[in-house]
């Protein structure tokens, strides 16, 4: 059974950098077909996908948020990492993390929540 667990700050100052951990148990962030996604919820604008990390490692972004995302993988922790540079009150959501197999949303973390406030 694959289980997904997102960890990290539940509070972040305006214009720091937000940094998310997704650990991944029960399966391999490297197995074949699968891409790892952020994806967020936030009051009035409902599920955002941010980007996602493909099993070989290519990462791909939202346009919305280029220039201020980075996903990156650990093969040895076998986790997912989220970076969101300058951050505003806006960025205030629940994060997930998600593994998509082709067209299937397969598996989803039960999220965590990040405010952004002074």
């Known amino acids: 059974q694959v289980q997904l667990r997102e960890s990290g700050p539940g509070l972040v100052k305006p214009s720091q950098t937000l940094s998310l951990i997704c650990t991944v148990s029960g399966g391999s962030i490297t197995a074949d077909y699968y891409y790892w996604n952020w994806i967020r919820r936030s009051p009035g604008k409902g599920l955002e996908w941010l980007g996602s990390i493909k099993n070989s490692g290519n990462a791909y972004y939202s346009p919305s948020l280029r220039g201020r995302i980075s996903i990156s993988r650990d093969t040895d922790k076998n986790h997912i990492t989220l970076h969101l540079s300058s951050v505003t009150p806006e960025d205030t959501a629940v994060y997930y993390c998600?593994?998509?197999?082709?067209?299937?949303?397969?598996?989803w973390g039960q999220g965590t929540q990040v405010t952004v406030s002074s």
């Open positions: 998600a593994a998509r197999r082709n067209t299937v949303w397969e598996y």
